[in-house]
């Protein structure tokens, strides 16, 4: 006997599971499945920050309980060539995927119901869906909401067309950092920009996680370049030659533990319009983790989905082809994705570019973030000099805005 229900979610990362928790507390019938009871250790997103993306997350109901467990940072130093140029107030959440997942996780209500498993094949109609898993068991559901990230094998079947638009666009290292010979970093988060474009470093981000700090450091580099090696294997050694001032904020420091390196490609899919199944998150498509909107177009995707489009196609019969493209031509989602995807071509062309235009752009970034750092730096030498109460009373204004 299949399982009978409205929503069949496959891939629980963020986006799935997400999903999961939007359609259970608004009472639809839903069922998760994905292959881990635990979502495993993996490096993805371990930072969400900006009022914006904040909102984003916020606007999905599901944000709470991973906001509260991760470490927040109020302050970000921002610096280049050796310099703070600006101490900016922000609100930083650092939090490793696998917790972050584990944390979404636990907004799912006991009414949706989640089958480990993987999704082996899918039979799409106007009307009902029929959904295979490696277990055996068959799910009939009158959606499928394909959130399996980079697996290919279900979208290949269904005909969907994957392009690689640029191959490696980006490299990402994670890894943590201690200072040597103090108990801790000067700052309690910071962004330390490129040197020199030749070195291909757009940026590395310092932020902590719990005791730890955790850095971020993003490169321009093919996948066979000899760097990649060298950063895994002497990452201090490669970071003091990629952005030799970092060491004059920081101080000594060590890398510690695994240090991750993963190439991300920029992919699109053609062909994603049919009846019976729509696409969210890394499934529909990925951006270039530089510009830290991977996060911002998922939860864009699963808040219009969820909050406007899924009730509207159950309130009818049927679930054709017409129907499931509202989501697919929402002006919000197809905003997001054309931000972010301009966004990941910018940040790679400011950073490599050479030529007086380029390196006229990467000036007037330093110049704008010096000219924001004097006025952080003269707001709160304002606010330090008023009395007390007018200080709390500053205070209270600036929380509530
Ligand atoms: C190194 C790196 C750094 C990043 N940094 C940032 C950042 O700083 N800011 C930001 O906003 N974004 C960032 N991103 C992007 C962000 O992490 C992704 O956009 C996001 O994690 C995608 O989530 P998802 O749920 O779509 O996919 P996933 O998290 O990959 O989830 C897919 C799920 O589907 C499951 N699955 C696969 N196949 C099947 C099947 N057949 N049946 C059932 N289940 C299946 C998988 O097991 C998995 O649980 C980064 C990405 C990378 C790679």
Redesign the pocket.
């Known amino acids: 006997m299949p399982h009978y229900t409205d929503i069949a979610i ?9 999903t999961a928790g939007m359609l259970g507390r608004a009472g639809i019938a839903a069922i998760l ?4 009871e635990i ?1 495993p250790p ?8 900006g009022a914006e ?1 904040i909102g984003r997350f916020r606007r999905t109901g599901t944000a709470d309980k991973a906001l509260h467990r991760a470490t927040l940072a109020a302050e970000n130093w921002i610096a280049r060539f050796g310099y703070v140029l600006d101490r900016a107030p922000v609100h930083q959440y650092g939090i490793l ?1 696998d917790a972050l ?1 584990a944390a979404v996780r636990e907004e799912i209500p006991d009414s949706v119901l989640r089958i480990v ?4 094949a899918i039979t799409l109609s106007d009307d009902r869906q029929s959904v295979m ?2 277990n055996g068991e068959t799910i009939s559901a009158r959606l499928v909401v394909l ?5 290919v ?2 979208r290949h079947q269904l005909g969907i067309t994957r392009t690689i638009t640029s191959p490696a666009h980006s490299i ?1 290292v ?1 890894f943590d950092l201690e200072p040597v010979g103090r108990p801790a970093f000067p700052f309690p988060a910071m962004t330390y920009f490129q040197e020199r474009a030749s070195a291909r470093v757009p940026y590395v ?1 310092l932020f902590p996680i719990g005791e730890r700090m955790r850095a ?1 450091l993003f490169a321009y580099r093919e996948v066979d370049d000899p760097w990649l090696r060298s950063i895994r294997h002497k990452p201090v050694e490669t970071l003091d030659a990629a952005l030799p001032g970092l060491r004059r904020i920081t101080g000594d420091y060590a890398v510690t533990g695994e240090v ?1 390196v ?1 190439p ?1 490609d920029l992919v699109v899919n053609s062909g994603t319009r049919m009846p019976g199944v729509v696409l ?5 498509c ?2 270039c ?1 530089v ?8 939860f864009t995707d699963v808040e219009r989905l969820c909050n406007v489009h899924i009730p509207r196609w159950l309130a009818t019969d049927g679930m054709s082809e017409g129907k499931i493209a509202a989501f697919y031509d929402d002006p919000l989602k197809t905003a997001c994705d054309a931000w972010s995807l301009d966004k990941a071509w910018r940040f790679r062309e400011v950073s490599t570019g050479t030529g007086p235009y380029w390196l006229a752009q990467r000036w007037a970034r330093f110049a704008f973030s010096l000219g924001r750092g004097l006025r952080h730096r003269i707001a709160s030498r304002e606010t330090n000099s008023r009395s007390p109460d007018e200080r709390s009373d500053i205070r209270g204004l600036t929380q509530g805005s």
Not at 117 to 120: C, D, I, L, S, T
């Open positions: 496959i891939g629980g990362g963020l986006a799935g599971s997400i499945v994905d292959p881990h979502y993996d490096f993805r997103i371990e930072k969400i920050s993306q995927y997942v498993g993987k999704a082996v898993l490696s959130a399996n990230g980079l697996n094998g279900l990402s994670g981000t971020n991750k993963r991300a969210v998150g890394d499934a529909f990925t951006t983790p510009t830290g909107t991977g996060s911002d177009k998922l």
